[in-house]
Every structure is written in C-alpha cells, then in structure tokens.
C-alpha cells in the first residue's frame, strides 16, 4: 500500500521569508513518481514538480526548491523569498510503478499562509 | 477550452436524490481520473479510463457511485441515492499518457452538498 504523509497541517510566515514543507513517502515499488500541487482557493490542483524515483539530484527551478532523499523517503519542498500569492494548501502526492496503477496517492495537505 | 472543465461548479442535492457530475477533459487527454476531497482533507482516488476503457475503479466507495467515459473524451459521475457523507468536492483530472509518469491536469472541481 502506498501513503503519503504531511505532517505539518499550517505554516504561517511573512512575506519573503522561505518555507519548507515537509513529505514522507511509503511505497514498495521500485519505481515510483513524486509530485507536489498547488490548491488555491479557487480549487484547482496546479501542478508544481516531479520527480522520478531513480533520479536524487534535487534541482532549483525559479523560486521552488525540492530535497529528495530515498534513504529517509523524503520529498520536501521550499518556496524561496516567499509572496502573498503562494497562500495555498500544497499536496504532496505518489504514483507507484506501472503495476500499481496511475492513481496518484496525495498527503493530508499543508496550507501555507503568507502575510504581507 | 484549454483546461479540464468541470460542471456543474456547486451542487445541492437533497439526499436521496441522484446527480450526475460531468468532466470535459483536455482534449487528446488519453487518462482521465476522479478524485474526491472531503473538506480539509487530500483528494482520494476514485476511479480511472484510458481511452473508453474503465481500467481502475478500486476507489469507488459503493454501488451507487458509477462513471462513465463512453467515446473516450467526456466522463460523467453519477452517484445514486445520495447521503449527507457524499458531500465533498469531486475533482476531474486528465493526463496525456497512458503510464504514471505524466502529470495530471485538474479542473476546479464540482462541490456537492447533500442536505
């Protein structure tokens, strides 16, 4: 079975600030996708990032930042010099391999508060 | 449009009665998936179609919730004989591929309350 788990329910911080949200994953395929999605107010889950299994280097894209490490089956992800349009829930979510299906397998959610 | 869309956005169904909750995916999507949030909660996996086909229905709750993609575009999920615990926002999401490694595109969602 897989599971997804975000154990940090609100973070709240002043804009500017960085915020890190945490992901710990548990699955038993070997092969597996991790994503992180955006849900605004407006409801839609917007697609953040992805990330593959077999590839740890963790990368830096604009103001998103994400730590994959498989030793501890983390997939946390930073949003550096934070703005008050990154108020959202964000999602942590898991795909396992061909075998387990396409169903994306989500966290709890985070709601990040960012005040001017 | 450019984006999965979603109708209707809010539903009030009195419970007991059915509903019929439609998904137009984006267009050439292979993958079509529903989800369903209960308030405050992740979305939780419901049902899945590649191309016409029903490939993953695990997630359904109950016998009285069905989906339908019949010409491999549009889907629609109907739930029969509503109860308050239905009340959630049901999300659509489509993806390009047919394997995992795409990522899904989501619409807004139709919230449904029950009363």
């Known amino acids: 079975a897989q599971k997804v788990t975000q154990a940090q329910t609100e973070i709240s911080v002043v804009e500017k600030e960085d915020v890190t949200l945490d992901c710990v994953y548990e699955t038993r395929d070997t092969t597996y996708y991790l994503f992180w999605y955006k849900q605004p107010p407006s409801g839609e889950l917007v697609f953040l990032i992805r990330r593959n299994s077999f590839d740890e280097q963790n990368e830096i894209s604009g103001r998103y930042s994400w730590n994959f490490q498989k030793s501890t089956s983390s997939f946390n992800f930073t949003i550096t010099a934070s703005q008050v349009v990154d108020s959202a829930v964000y999602f942590c979510a898991l795909r396992g391999g061909l075998a387990a299906g396409n169903k994306l397998t989500f966290g709890g959610g985070t709601r990040v508060l960012v005040k001017p | 449009g450019a984006g999965v869309s979603q109708s209707p956005r809010y539903k009030v169904a009195k419970r007991g009665q059915d509903v019929a909750l439609r998904c137009d995916p984006i267009s050439g999507h292979v993958s079509l998936f529903w989800y369903q949030q209960a308030l405050g909660q992740g979305p939780e996996f419901l049902t899945y179609f590649q191309n016409e086909a029903q490939l993953d229905k695990s997630g359904l709750p109950s016998d009285r919730f069905f989906a339908e993609r019949p010409e491999g575009s549009v889907s629609t999920l109907k739930i029969q004989r509503t109860q308050q615990e239905d009340s959630a926002v049901y999300l659509c999401?489509?993806?390009?591929?047919?394997?995992?490694?795409?990522?899904?595109?989501f619409g807004q969602g139709t919230r449904l309350t029950v009363v």
């Open positions: 999401a489509s993806s390009q591929g047919q394997t995992g490694i795409t990522e899904a595109f």
